[in-house]
Antibody, heavy 118, light 107 residues
């Protein structure tokens, strides 16, 4: 069965970086992209960007350009999202999800809480 | 970006009630709309896509409809396990955008 398992919660100080992993299994990694979304406390979902599973082509949300980097490791079928120069308003639960052909999100990771606090 | 305006932000209802949640798109999205259910501490679960197509395994009491740029999610008879937050998402244009959510609570 398709599974996406994310790394554990992180606490960072403002200005630091965080890298979240998303280990996938149960499908052909190269056939699907992975998207990253985040959800601030009590808020809706925000699209951060996506990365293809074959060549690692990326598309980032304009609001995060220059601070976010998404990568893949095809040998371990793992996707990564790194966010730099963290601010307090980056505090959120970060999700990875498989990008379906229909462009909706059927399979999700369990979420990773990132807290940015001095 | 296409803005998705979802209403209401919260509602209270009894088990067995019929409940409707709506999303309005700021631009045409050609029925490229999905609905998700999210329970506390969990990832969202896909309920419907293409405005009205039920995801496999989702109970038939959930349905979707469209009128122009207004999209609706209806739960025909609310069950105890349906108390959750519901989000809409448009995927017609990039970036995909989400409504702010509707929290459905027990009355």
């Amino acid at each position: 069965q398709v599974q996406l398992v994310q790394s554990r919660a992180e606490v960072r100080k403002p200005g630091a970086s965080v890298k979240v992993s998303c280990k996938t299994s149960g499908y052909i990694f190269a056939n699907y992209g992975v998207t990253w979304l985040r959800q601030a406390p009590g808020q809706g979902l925000e699209y951060m960007g996506k990365i293809t599973g074959d060549k690692g082509f990326t598309n980032y949300a304009q609001t995060l350009q220059g601070r976010v980097t998404m990568t893949i490791d095809t040998s371990t079928t793992t996707a990564y999202m790194e966010l730099q120069n963290l601010r307090s308003d980056d505090t959120a639960v970060y999700y990875c999800a498989r990008v379906e052909l229909s462009r909706v999100y059927e399979y999700w990771g369990q979420g990773t809480l990132v807290i940015v606090s001095s | 970006d296409t803005q998705m305006t979802q209403s209401p932000s919260s509602l209270s209802a009894f088990v067995g009630d019929r409940v409707t949640i709506t999303c309005r798109a700021s631009h045409g999205i050609r029925d490229s709309l999905a609905w998700y259910q999210q329970k506390p501490g969990e990832a969202p679960k896909l309920l419907l896509f293409a405005a009205s197509r039920l995801q496999s395994g989702v109970p038939s009491r959930f349905s979707g409809s469209v009128s122009g740029t207004d999209y609706a999610l209806t739960i025909s008879s609310l069950q105890p396990e349906d108390f959750a937050t519901y989000f809409c998402q448009q995927y017609y244009s990039s970036p995909p955008t989400f409504g702010q959510g509707t929290k459905v609570e027990i009355k």
